[in-house]
């Protein structure tokens, strides 16, 4: 059976990692560095999404703009445009979304709540265990220990 957001979450995958729109950059990077993580949420105080802040954003809006990472507050270099994925999603449907969105982070999202994040590497991890457990079914299966022994 496919996992699905929720699922992943519930197993561990996902954690929820947040700044509030005046810590800075360097704030965010240290805490990405710290946690081995590529993204990080802007949250408000009361935890409402305002947008995420990436690896991509610190090569293109800060180091490719030439800005200081100490007096740059998140808010004026995170993405705006935030794709979110509901907790009843499957992989695949996560999987497809990252594709056609050409991003690696999406926040798992129950309405208006951030319920945590999920990586591609974390969907990968998940297809992988999938893929592993038919393959291990059909293993079972074409070898016979469904049932009893058969043959000499």
Excluded: K
């Excluded at 610190?58 to 270099?77: F, H, I, K, N, Y």
């Amino acid at each position: 059976m496919p996992n699905t957001m929720r699922s992943l979450l519930r197993e561990g995958s996902g954690g929820l990692q947040a700044l509030g729109p005046d810590s800075s950059v360097a704030d965010a990077v240290s805490l990405m560095n710290r946690r081995n993580i590529g993204a990080v949420l802007v949250m408000t105080p009361d935890e409402a999404l305002l947008g995420i802040f990436t690896e991509r954003d610190v090569l293109r809006r800060v180091l490719g703009q030439r800005l200081d990472p100490e007096e740059t507050p998140l808010e004026s270099v995170m993405t705006r445009e935030v794709f979110w994925i509901s907790p009843a999603a499957s992989t695949d449907q996560a999987l497809a979304l990252v594709a056609q969105c050409n991003v690696r982070h999406l926040p798992v999202m129950d309405e208006q709540r951030v319920l945590g994040m999920i990586s591609v590497r974390d969907l990968s991890t998940a297809v992988v265990r999938e893929r592993d457990m038919e393959v291990a079914a059909l293993t079972s299966y074409l070898h016979g220990s469904y049932g009893g022994h058969v043959g000499g």
